[in-house]
């Protein structure tokens, strides 16, 4: 078992930064694939961001650019680093943990490990 506890949410004016963290404890060296989602009100819970291992990794094309995530195994930690941040940015930010295999398809559902969330408010 693996949880997961998102921090680093705040809000921020357009064209702002903010860096998401999110501690993994339990059975941590199952979590080959970590990712990060978000879900604004009213729309569905969709990707943002995707690692396997310790630096694979990729973004979906609405962040690619701005967003920049990556893993420190040794602090058990994930980060999403967030860059020109723009209004439609807005929502609440989760951090997701899977087998390899979840880094293959990347929706939600193949995603085990899912920490409460994080609110990112760009205005």
């Known amino acids: 078992h693996v949880q997961l506890v998102e921090s680093g949410g705040g809000s921020v004016q357009a064209g702002g930064s903010l860096r998401l963290s999110c501690a993994a404890s339990?059975?941590?060296?199952?979590?080959?694939?970590m990712g990060w989602f978000r879900q604004a009100p009213g729309k569905e819970r969709e990707g943002v961001s995707w690692i396997a291992g310790s630096s694979r990794n990729d973004h979906a094309g609405p962040v690619k650019g701005r967003f920049t995530i990556s893993r420190d195994n040794a602090k058990a930690t994930l980060y999403l680093q967030m860059d020109n941040l723009k209004p439609e940015d807005t929502a609440m930010y989760y951090c997701a943990a899977g087998g390899m295999g979840s880094c293959l398809l990347r929706k939600p559902s193949d995603f085990t490990y899912w920490g409460q969330g994080t609110q990112v408010t760009v205005s």
């Open positions: 339990g059975n941590t060296y199952t979590s080959s694939c």
